[in-house]
């Protein structure tokens, strides 16, 4: 069975969510001088720099900036290796007393945004940390809820949704990909 493709969100669309997104960053955090945005790698990352760009574009000044490279492992892996890994944080500044913003593509377990909240926490002490992602498909196994979202998308279990950037697969959108 081939499996049906549905376009959620274009170009335009996406860039729309980002832009909203930078806006509600700033509103929420009254400005960005306490605040550093870290992408989750890979889509996560690109998206963060994406964010970084518009929010400089609106406060006329560059917001800080990280990433952490965390990996997960296939389901039927899971019980060998764990959930979640962490491989590399990319992070140049102090973290105690600021509010870090995890920036990631799709939320859906939660347990990604887990292992990040864990890689920041060893870093120190933030006064906060908040959850930006392009896409909520639901299905938590935990309990995390994202601050800002480009757009909730109720999903089932056998459906996928694929973001595509630019900076990695030469377009951008999202779909969701149903198998019959």
């Known amino acids: 069975m081939s499996p049906q493709i549905t376009e959620l969100l274009d170009g335009p669309s996406m860039t729309r969510a980002l832009?909203?997104?930078?806006?509600?960053?700033?509103?929420?955090?009254?400005?960005?001088?306490?605040?550093?945005?870290?992408?989750?790698?890979?889509?996560?990352?690109?998206?963060?720099?994406?964010?970084?760009?518009?929010?400089?574009?609106?406060?006329?000044?560059?917001?800080?900036?990280g990433e952490l490279d965390i990996t997960l492992y296939r389901d039927d892996l899971s019980m060998k290796f764990g959930e979640a890994k962490v491989r590399e944080v990319d992070i140049d500044y102090v973290v105690e007393d600021q509010k870090i913003v995890l920036v990631d593509d799709v939320l859906y377990t939660g347990r990604t945004v887990r292992a990040a909240l864990d890689a920041i926490i060893d870093l120190g002490r933030p006064s906060q940390i908040q959850l930006a992602v392009l896409v909520d498909r639901g299905h938590r196994e935990l309990p995390i809820r994202a601050d800002y979202v480009g757009k909730n998308i109720p999903t089932s279990s056998s459906e996928r949704i694929v973001v595509n950037l630019s900076e990695v697969d030469g377009e951008d959108n999202v779909t969701i990909h149903k198998v019959d």
């Open 19 to 65: 832009t909203r997104i930078a806006h509600e960053i700033i509103e929420r955090n009254k400005g960005i001088d306490e605040c550093i945005l870290v992408g989750i790698k890979t889509r996560g990352a690109y998206l963060a720099r994406r964010l970084a760009e518009r929010i400089e574009k609106i406060e006329g000044k560059p917001i800080r900036t």
